[in-house]
């Protein structure tokens, strides 16, 4: 399990368990948020409750989570500090290149759409975006504006982190992100208020 804070945000990111493996979808994805959920903060929880719009939250904890899912992984950000935050998990899929247009504006595709990687850290933040703001009727290909800064790409346990600003035209959300190659096809991207 890799393990790392940003911000006062707690972040566990982990493959399946062989055990969670041979369970149906569904519940493999919750086996495996609670186990790592757990690993985080130390407590026992067995259930993780879901707002009117679908963000997850813990009953009676002082704790605000954000969690997420792909093929091969899964992650789960806590924080008793910081409250808007979102967090994406995915593997490259080649029909990242057929949607591109409906989470890219033109200006975004010449940013982001330079290599699988890039495009699957635009995809990974535009989603951890738009968990953090929580804006119904949000246009993600041109109200989300993510801006990297190329320069200060880091490299830590073999993770390569690229860091930037990402903002929501009209609104007055300020955010930063953080985009991890977990693995040469594994991003996982948090966006949370600067």
């Given at each position: 399990m890799k393990v790392f804070e940003i911000s006062g945000i707690m972040v566990g990111v982990d493959t399946y368990t062989p055990a969670e493996k041979q369970l149906k979808r569904n519940d493999c994805e919750r086996m495996a948020v609670l186990r790592v959920l757990c690993h985080l903060t130390g407590l026992n929880i067995t259930d993780i409750c879901h707002n009117a719009d679908g963000s997850p939250f813990l009953k009676d904890m002082p704790l605000n989570i954000s969690i997420s899912h792909c093929r091969t992984h899964v992650a789960v950000a806590v924080s008793s500090l910081q409250n808007n935050f979102g967090l994406d998990i995915e593997n490259f899929r080649i029909q990242l290149y057929k949607v591109?247009?409906?989470?890219?504006?033109?200006?975004?595709?010449?940013?982001?759409?330079t290599d699988n990687l890039m495009l699957l850290r635009a995809w990974t933040i535009m989603e951890a975006t738009y968990k953090a703001v929580r804006i119904k009727g949000i246009d993600i290909c041109n109200d989300i504006v993510m801006v990297p800064d190329n320069d200060n790409k880091m490299f830590e346990n073999n993770i390569e982190t690229l860091c930037g600003t990402s903002h929501v035209n009209g609104c007055i959300h300020n955010l930063s992100f953080n985009s991890m190659a977990i693995t040469p096809e594994t991003v996982v991207s948090i966006v949370f208020k600067s």
């Open positions: 591109k247009d409906k989470f890219l504006s033109k200006n975004g595709q010449s940013v982001w759409n």
